[in-house]
């Protein structure tokens, strides 16, 4: 199958059903409204205060995404959040289907979290039939996640762009979790003139260290045991550089080393590349992202740290 081919194999999928869960968000004195069609998105944004903070979000949200709802709470007049699992993004062998979806669940933190609106549409309403325009940045994309998960970066760009559109929003809110994918972003942002300031915030962690992430329900009790170890590796990367070690190859294989006792815990890659240019760096030289992909069981997670 051709890139495009895969992604299009995603392109249809379960669209959830939130007419009647509208409704009920729209009750209360502090409503928050759902929209699912990007016509009704248009009319909402006309009627808000600006400026507009953006939270783009695939659900099965954590406290992650709320880190970034409450800045944009902070910083705003006004907030919108989508939830919108991008089939563009997942390779034919990713985990689009079983991906977490409670869209109850997840009204219910947005609107604790004090978003004004959150647009969910459906895949036919993003992607209609015989769509063919995708945003391609290149350069950054081709490594770490763009070499081991072809066409993501192209979903994620499409998408991201496809909201920035029908939203536009003032300032838009990613995690340094996902380094990658907010230097995409800046990049898709500054090169196509999109006039919207993009805010990346911290990784926010569970008491052991693990990254959170959507992806960590599906790890069984003894796989989210082994799941720190990814974190583990970025703390006694830190530590070398911290002592002084500037061989980048002697640091990434202790790194491997560390996670190699660990059974359930399969290496993607292991990084310490230039935080804008992504290159790997033979001697470190701060700033440094180092970064890596590691699959516990069947679950692949990411982290990573940059070291200043
Ligand atoms: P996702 O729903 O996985 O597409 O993530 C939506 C946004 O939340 C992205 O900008 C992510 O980088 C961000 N995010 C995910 N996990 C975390 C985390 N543990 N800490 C901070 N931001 C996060």
Known sequence: ??????????????????????????????????????????????????????????????????????????????????IFVNPAQFGPTEDFKNYPRDLPRDLAMLKEGGVDIVFAPSVAEMYPEG?????????????????SRPGHFRGVATVVNKLFNIIQ?????????????ALVIKKMVRELNTGIEVVVMPTV????????????VYLNPEERKAAPVLCR????????????????????????????????ANIDYVSIAEPETLMEMDAVRAPALISLAVKIGRTRLIDNVVVE
């Open 131 to 147: 769509f063919s325009s995708w945003v391609d940045i290149e350069g950054v994309t081709e490594r770490l996640e763009g070499a």
């Open 233 to 264: 590796a970025l703390c006694l990367a830190e530590e070398l550089c911290k002592k002084g070690e500037k061989d980048a190859e002697k640091i990434r294989r202790r790194m491997r080393a560390l996670i190699g006792k660990e059974p359930l």
């Open 1 to 82: 199958m051709t890139e495009t081919a895969e992604m299009k194999s995603n392109l249809t999928g379960p669209s959830p059903a939130i007419a009647e869960r509208a409704f009920l968000f729209e009750r209360g004195k502090y409503a928050m409204r759902v929209v699912e069609t990007i016509v009704a998105m248009r009319q909402e944004r006309k009627r808000l205060k600006g400026p507009v903070g953006f939270v783009a979000t695939m659900g099965g949200l954590h406290a992650g995404h709320m880190s970034l709802v409450r800045q944009a709470r902070a910083d705003n007049a006004s907030v919108v959040a989508s």
């Open 169 to 181: 929003p003032d300032v838009a809110y990613f995690g340094q979790k996902d380094a990658q994918q």
């Open 205 to 216: 962690r569970e008491a052991d260290g693990l990254a959170m992430s959507s992806r960590n």
